[in-house]
């Protein structure tokens, strides 16, 4: 049997699009193991490959063994993603093993599993100031976004007229302050975890739904504006040997 034909893939899941730095591995859709760490400011240059290397020995696993590596693909941090994505296909490369591309949106959404009762779930993102990436949901299934939008009194009306929304993400403190429809429910303020892709990283594992290793790239909605360089390297140490 070769690995692509298993129901129960070994997946290595990296989430960096936010401050939460979130390593997850999987075997079909049960969890194995998760290392993940908020923060205030960005840990995933300083940590991400530590995360990875804890969490094969948690599961007593080498890279050698996984069946694919998933990623979040953005919308987020550029910093964050540009890190994750760098790193799974950098690791996807060098084992031979197929790479699975997750919307960071996606991702959150997958959480209203728990609320059953909404009509539907926007799932947002920090972009800054009233800016946020948000996709909208229904049933499980995306029906707009991501895209990015300013949020105001007016923000998603047609959906809040009769319908009940559920926000998800790690903007809904803001987006209450303006948003005061009796139909919004806002859930306790989220990061996308590595968790919450283990489902649908194994789904997308069955159906063959893998991107291009060499010249896919992160998703970031907006053009890159650099800031002031930091003194601080985004360089990440290789993977110890005895791991791979």
Known sequence: MTKKETNNPLILHIESSSLNCSIAISKGSQSLTLTEESSDKYLHAEKMHLFIESALKKA???MS???A???DEGPGSYTGLRIGYSSAKGLAYAMGIPLIAISSLEIIAFQSNAHPKTDYVIAMMDARRMEVYASIFEKG???DGPKAVILDENSFEDLLKDKKVLFLGDSNEKASTVIKSENALFSSNTFPSAANMIEIGADKFRQ????DVAYSEPFYLKDFIPGKPKKSSLL???LRKDLQ
């Open 60 to 62: 007593k696993l080498s």
């Open 65 to 67: 063994e996984l069946d």
């Open 69 to 71: 590596i998933a990623v």
């Open 141 to 143: 299934q995306c029906i």
């Open 208 to 211: 063959s739904e893998f991107v």
């Open 236 to 238: 990440i140490p290789p």
